[in-house]
């Protein structure tokens, strides 16, 4: 029978089905963070559980670290505990860690990629909602609760019931200046905060093949948005060029095995999915979102929606976003004067995001009363973006440049907008007050982003650049 | 995990879609290790900008003070999968949520803390929400596991479904990592067969070092 590849990656993880009727399913690789991890050592050792696989296990400091160049565990002072923690507990169970200092230090979805610890095919696991960001190299990810991964340390499998399956088919080419996040933000909007709930979405579709290997995790790392349990793109070449050569994918002769099982990682032809859905890329302009959830999502140019016009059951809802956004109905984004320019994050953090936006930044200024700031994925990154000069891009233009970490996402370090601040933003939440109290968050894609801090307000970065020959 | 079998409780309605974590449980209230987690439940909408208590918002209200089960809408959890959003609920004595629906990490994390979580279908949940309302926390309802009731003031039981293998685990408070360690022969069993058709899958070393 055709199978779908979500199925594939399932049925060669499946170690056991519990009694409870919960499938087992075996973790490649758990990559853990110190917002959360440390409850789960103290949980592991509350009842004299070891950790059972550190070799397969990795720590990284993100939610909670500075980003002022030369931090420490003390510079934001509410993150010292969780730090220390993180450290002491990673050190008393064998895992290693990528702490605040470490050459390699960064955002968990950002670092385990590029370092190749995730490889295609294979299962992963983080205590954090964006864990399928890693789908972009076709590895099957699952968000976790604190209990969740106490248990995936304990037994390296989770306890799971069987998702359902989506394909979801980007067709078309993408305009200029427009990107993966622009589409995954249509898709979101197109199906709704919780269109994928139950499911594992698998992208596929012209469009998908087209993008490169970060742009598929932008895609696959929005997955969550919808609701989806997980969200991935089957690999291709570009995939395994992208992973040979990283430290801790395999080397030499194992490398050619594995290029040979991944080279035959993909869905079935025939194979059934319990949903479809088809977007039609060409034409699609830069999007941003005007409300307070991910699905309120407008084209540059588009206009607010009129409450009184909208479908009853959405109406309470748009009202009361409206409100929190300080948008009268029928307001033209475009124009919108912006306080704030956050560029980073989990879902935009990576060098070719930073590249895209240094290539509208180049040579012009941030404008007057805004605050804009970038926040690489990784040391890793900041370092590749500082051998490109990209960062005296950014600081010349008035960019402040931070030290990798979570920052602005979900302000666990301290970075946060001041109340009634319009942010522009490349996260992936535009929840009230997630980026500081009653800070207005619009999300969009890092060149969107660059062109509203330039510009002063929300901008179609299509006007600011010439058209690409 | 403190085995669930009844619980009985004010019901509180907070009728609204889409209620995500950042709500339940705001980053910025856990800035240490152990924060109080009863007071993070909820703590922007429970305050008015002056810092003072909201007397608006439903966990505010006197009747609600005390509450013990939750009565909301659908995709209920989304967002964040901090369990600190789970947390609060208990450390509220919030043992049971009633929604339309829930989002799959936040439901995981309830099962894992013997918190019911209840997904009511139409024209129940909108008849039990009409109910609740009504009620307004006069007097408290029962939720009893074992038999999948809610019976209360002002109506007639009301039956639930929970998928039995969810139920089990909640009766018997379970251990979840004891229940998986009864397959720690497969696990192994598993880990050797992999080793051996997929051997970059069981080892992730440092080429470098």
């Known amino acids: 029978m055709p199978t779908t590849l979500f199925d594939k990656i399932w049925d060669a993880h499946l170690v056991a089905r519990r009694a409870d009727g919960r499938d087992l399913v075996y973790i490649d690789r758990h990559v853990l963070h110190e ?27 993100d939610h909670t670290v500075a980003t002022k160049p030369g931090r420490d565990d003390g510079t934001n002072p509410s993150g010292t505990a969780f730090l220390k923690a993180m450290r002491e507990g990673s050190r008393r169970n064998g895992i290693r860690l990528f702490d605040i200092d470490d050459p390699e230090q960064g955002i968990s ?15 992963h696991a983080v205590p954090d909602s964006h864990a399928s960001t890693v789908g972009g190299l076709g590895a099957l990810a699952f968000g976790c609760g604190t209990t969740e991964l106490a248990h995936i340390l304990a037994t390296q499998v989770m306890a799971l019931r069987r998702p359902k399956r989506m394909l979801i088919r980007l067709e078309g080419r993408l305009g200029p200046y427009v990107t993966a996040k622009d589409v995954a933000l249509r898709i979101i909007a197109e199906l709704g905060v919780a269109g994928a709930r139950g499911h594992v979405v698998e992208y596929a579709g012209d469009a998908v093949r087209a ?38 994918a395999p080397q030499g002769p194992m490398w050619d095995r594995a290029l040979a099982h991944w080279r035959m990682l993909k869905s079935d032809d025939g194979a059934v999915f319990d949903r479809e859905h088809v977007l039609d890329c060409s034409g699609l302009e830069p999007q941003i979102t005007w409300g307070t959830d991910p699905s309120q999502v407008l084209g540059i140019s588009g206009r607010v929606p009129d409450p009184s016009a909208v479908d009853p059951s959405r109406r309470a809802a748009t009202e009361s976003a409206l409100a929190y956004m300080g948008l009268a109905p029928g307001t033209t984004l475009a124009g919108l004067p912006v306080d704030r320019v956050f560029i980073g994050s989990c879902t935009n ?6 590249q895209a936006a240094a290539d509208v930044v180049r040579g012009r200024q941030v404008a007057a009363g805004v605050l804009a700031m970038v926040v690489p994925g990784s040391t890793s990154v900041k370092r590749a973006a500082e051998a490109a000069g990209l960062d005296r891009v950014f600081r010349d233009a008035g960019f402040f440049w931070g030290e990798s970490g979570c920052s602005m996402c979900a302000g666990g370090n301290g970075d946060r907008g001041e109340p009634g601040e319009r942010c522009v933003s490349t996260t992936n939440r535009n929840f009230e007050h997630r980026q500081g109290a009653k800070v207005r968050t619009h999300l969009v894609s890092p060149a969107t982003a660059a062109a509203s801090a330039l510009a002063g307000h929300i901008a179609d970065v299509r006007h600011v650049m010439p058209r690409p020959a | 995990m403190q085995p669930f079998t009844r619980h009985t409780g004010i019901a509180v309605p907070l009728i609204k879609d889409d209620i995500n974590t950042d709500q339940i449980a705001p980053v910025q209230s856990m800035r240490q290790l152990k924060p109080d987690y009863r007071a993070l439940l909820f703590t922007r909408a429970r305050r008015r900008d002056d810092g003072s208590e909201d007397p608006d918002f439903v966990l505010n209200k006197p009747q609600f003070k005390e509450p013990g089960i939750l009565v909301t809408g659908h995709n209920f959890g989304a967002g964040s999968s901090r369990e600190a959003a789970v947390w609060g609920m208990l450390a509220n004595n919030i043992r049971v949520i009633v929604a339309r629906s829930f989002a799959d990490i936040y439901r995981e994390n309830c099962l894992q803390n013997g918190l019911l979580p209840i997904v009511l279908a139409m024209p129940e949940a909108a008849a039990f929400e009409q109910r609740v309302v009504a009620v307004n926390g006069a007097a408290p309802f029962t939720v009893d596991l074992e038999s999948q009731r809610i019976t209360g003031p002002a109506g007639t039981d009301i039956a639930f479904d929970l998928p039995a293998a969810d139920r089990m685990r909640l009766l018997e408070g379970l251990d979840d990592i004891g229940l998986t360690l009864k397959h720690a022969d497969e696990i192994v069993n598993w880990e050797r067969r992999i080793a051996a058709d997929q051997p970059w899958l069981q080892t992730a070393a440092d080429s470098r070092s």
């Open chain 1, 35 to 61: 917002l959360h991890a440390p409850h789960a050592f103290e949980q592991l050792e509350k009842q004299n559980r070891p950790v059972r696989r550190p070799d397969l296990t990795f720590s990284m400091q």
């Open chain 1, 109 to 123: 979805h950002v670092v385990a990629p590029e370092l190749g610890m995730v490889l295609p095919g294979a299962t």
């Open chain 1, 211 to 248: 993008m490169p290997i970060e742009s598929r995790m932008t895609l696959c790392n929005l997955n969550i948005e919808m609701g989806g349990r997980s969200g991935f793109v089957a690999p291709d070449d570009s995939t395994l060029s992208w992973i040979a050569g990283r430290p801790f």
């Open chain 1, 349 to 354: 953090s990576r060098l070719p995001d930073l």
